[in-house]
């Protein structure tokens, strides 16, 4: 499943301003903070069912959408 | 031995020349024997505690391997798939989080028992006798480093805990990780990952990698002895006595304890970092030019670096990710609505990891109110933050250099101004708050008060002229190329000029002498 969609609703909804579609590297970039981070997760859990485990919360696995997206898909489907 | 102490020199320049005098297989093993003889020379007790720390989380870091190992060979020998393997997981990772939890109880508790009794007591004596002060406290002494290493150790559980790294089967070489002599005394906060292997490599001697290793020391030198210990004595006068320096002096005191405190903590680690990078390993870096950040949150990315990256991956986002996080999410998201949902787990989250900071860096309640006071301002700066973008992108001066300045400088002021909880009580800070504002005269700044700070005009300058080379050294970091090695690079006389002019200050300028307890760190305390 493609939850590219889903996940830029999300973001836009926690900052309307930030261009995270062209981005490749939004933690760098600080397009998005830690505390921006978190509230992404909460709101990937409640509107997604996706729970990402503290471990996987590193830069690596948010620098873009389609990186974000990759580790959502990876995680859909081991659960 | 303090790292600002001939003794420590002495013991560097002989272990050095040791280190490239043995062949490549003994050079780890002797700066384990260094380490060990150089927490030894703080108190042998001590280290009965670094090695419960040491080797608890050795052999549980291999227990959680093998159980990993054995459970990953389990599914296979059976054949499990679908369902019955994510059961047969999760069962694990039960056993598993109860391995790691045992292990974290047993290390967070004795640093616990050890820092925080006196803590303890003194809020039993408060509540129970009147605070008296005479109540039964406890005359323990602080192992040195023990907030470092248990944080450096406790990383390492966990890493493995999550995979991310094996266990390192060898005890004598975890050890030197968790000991290693320069870093233990005030950090910074290595992960495995990216110091262990170096520990153990076997080097040649390279004049470049220690010439920029005894530079990078004689800055440290310089920052700590000559500007921290220079202006110690009039930081302590204005901030043991509030209600006698106010106006002008509290903006004195302000300025002069931060220079202090940066002075202090950044002179320790470049002397941390450049002893390391003496035998070629490159520690991470703690600071990153913060008085130049333009917000708390920036302020905080760039200070303490080490130290806020634990708290980042070992509180920030496990709490947030939590089960408490996310039932507390869904509750607000049902009364409050989807703002609230998202923000809950931020909200619990930051509060749980300035209440850590906050006592970490004391056992008071002014540093419990010195956390929280940090995390109000982050969350309020959070939530203006759409407000603040929308002003931004309406005003084009808010581009401006001058702009920059003044964000920079706003920065500077709130930090000071929350530091001001460390010390004082509410009623007193607020008071100094008014004071700073409402209450200069300039020329308060003159006659016996000034007098009484305890610096002559000469101190003054000298403290100055310090402040405006770390200020002109801040400006040239900014393209992120090395001083040092710029300063190499420059022709014969000028590097001459330079380098035997710092040397020359920290000898000359340095604050030395009988009776004068050349002073400790201040970040040693933790």
Known sequence: MNYREELLEILQDINSEADYETCQDLIGEEVLTSFEMVMLVAEISQQLGISIPPDQIVPENFRSVDVICELLERLAEEE | ????????????????????????RFQWPLLLAASVLFYLSGGAFAIVFLI????????????????TERAAARVKELGLSGGEKRAFQAAVKQKKKRVLIAGLILNFGLLAVLKYTNFFLGNVDVLFFGGSGEGPYVDWLLPLGISYYTFQATGYLIDVYHKKIHAQKNLARYALFVSFFPQIVQGPISRFDELAAQLTESRRFDWLTIRLGLMRMLWGFFKKLVAADRIAPAVAVIVQNPDQYQGIYVWIGMFAYMLQMFADFTGGIDIVIGAAQLFGIRLPENFNRPFSSRSLAEFWRRWHMTLMRWL??????????????????????????????????????????WLITGIWHGASWNFVAWGLANCAVLLISQECSPLYRRFCS???????????????????????????FEYYSFDVVFSMFGSMFFGIRPWQFSGELA???????????????????????????????????????????????????????????????QGYDASQFIYNQF
């Open chain 2, 312 to 353: 980042r991956e070992y509180i920030f986002f496990p709490v947030s990710t939590s089960r408490a996080s996310q039932k507390l999410s869904g509750a607000a998201r049902r009364f409050l609505g989807k703002g609230a949902g998202r923000r809950a787990p931020l909200y619990f989250a930051s509060v749980t990891v």
């Open chain 2, 1 to 24: 031995m303090l790292l600002v102490s001939y003794e420590f020199l002495f013991f560097l320049a002989v272990l050095l020349a040791l280190y490239y005098l043995l062949p490549g």
């Open chain 2, 394 to 420: 309406r005003f084009a001066w808010t581009a401006s250099r001058g702009y920059a300045a003044f964000e920079v400088a706003r920065t500077y002021l709130v930090f000071c101004m929350i530091e001001m």
């Open chain 2, 451 to 513: 007098a009484s700070l305890g610096l002559s005009a000469a101190d003054w300058i000298v403290v100055g002229l310090s402040a405006l080379l770390m200020f002109a050294v801040g400006l040239a970091q900014r393209d992120g190329r090395s001083v040092r090695e710029r300063i190499f690079a420059l022709p014969g006389w000028q590097r001459f000029f330079v380098i035997y002019g710092l040397f020359l200050a920290v000898l000359v300028l340095g604050v030395y002498g």
């Open chain 2, 52 to 67: 419960t720390t040491t080797v608890t989380t050795w052999f549980l870091a291999l227990r959680l391997e093998a159980m």
